[in-house]
């Protein structure tokens, strides 16, 4: 258990439906990180978050794909309209200051499958 | 754009043995990171590195900026080390954006 944890750890779902998976950091860390992961390829970066404010988006892969973290604790992550090419495991991961120069801790991950 | 290499891409071995997985990237990084994933997703960081060698237990991860590569070993396999280990670098000003490598896949025969 790294202290990061992610919920659901699995969710199917139709294709259309909107999905939302739930990231709690570890408390004190101010860096909050969202990847996604398909089969034998290594994460991707989606976004990432800097106590509330959203520093980088530019990865997230469509209008579809949303994250938030209000109160600069946990975060969310919101697809909108699934479609089957967005079955994947979603990673959230946290860190205190940035990735160069700290230790970065994964949760678990939240498996999607759209049906 | 970087490029993060791995190989191997999988690997198999007799516990006792010494194992090396090898990293390469393409243009300047400030932070290489080792990370091992186990079956059904959890990510554990084991090294962070900007330079020099590391060395925790059985695993050691150098890094040679010059040549900008990274090597991760793992003395005295055991099975439980079977899982697949992720190199991951960060770059430039961008403090979120890792770069990971597609992975490889250790097997460790008892």
């Known amino acids: 258990d790294t202290g990061v944890s992610q919920n659901p750890r699995h969710k199917i779902t139709k294709r259309g439906q909107n999905v939302t998976f739930r990231c709690d950091p570890i408390?004190?860390?101010?860096?909050l990180y969202w990847y996604r992961q398909t089969l034998g390829q290594g994460p991707e970066f989606l976004t990432y978050?800097?106590?509330?404010?959203?520093?980088?988006k530019s990865r997230l892969l469509s209008d579809r794909f949303s994250a938030e973290r209000p109160k600069g604790s946990f975060s969310t992550l919101e697809i909108q309209r699934t479609e089957q090419g967005d079955s994947a495991m979603y990673l959230c991961?946290?860190?205190?200051?940035?990735?160069?120069?700290?230790?970065?801790?994964f949760g678990e991950g939240s498996w999607l499958t759209v049906v | 754009k970087n490029e993060v290499e791995q190989s191997p891409q999988n690997l198999t071995a007799q516990e006792g043995e010494f194992i090396t997985i090898n990293c390469s990237y393409s243009?300047?990084?400030?932070?290489l990171h080792w990370l091992q994933q186990h079956p059904g997703g959890g990510i554990v960081s084991l090294f962070m590195?900007?330079?020099g060698k590391k060395k925790h237990g059985r695993l050691i991860a150098t890094i040679n900026i010059q040549e900008k590569h990274s090597s991760l070993h793992i003395t005295a396999s055991h099975p439980r080390d079977s899982a697949v280990y992720i190199c991951?670098?960060?770059?430039?000003?961008?403090?979120?954006?890792?770069?990971f490598g597609k992975g490889t896949k250790l097997s460790v025969k008892p």
């Open positions: 991961a946290s860190a205190q200051g940035g990735a160069r120069g700290n230790t970065i801790y």
């Open positions: 408390s004190e860390h101010n860096r």
């Open positions: 978050f800097q106590n509330e404010a959203q520093l980088e």
């Open positions: 243009v300047g990084i400030s932070a």
């Open positions: 590195l900007s330079s």
């Open positions: 991951a670098v960060s770059y430039g000003g961008s403090q979120g954006n890792l770069i």
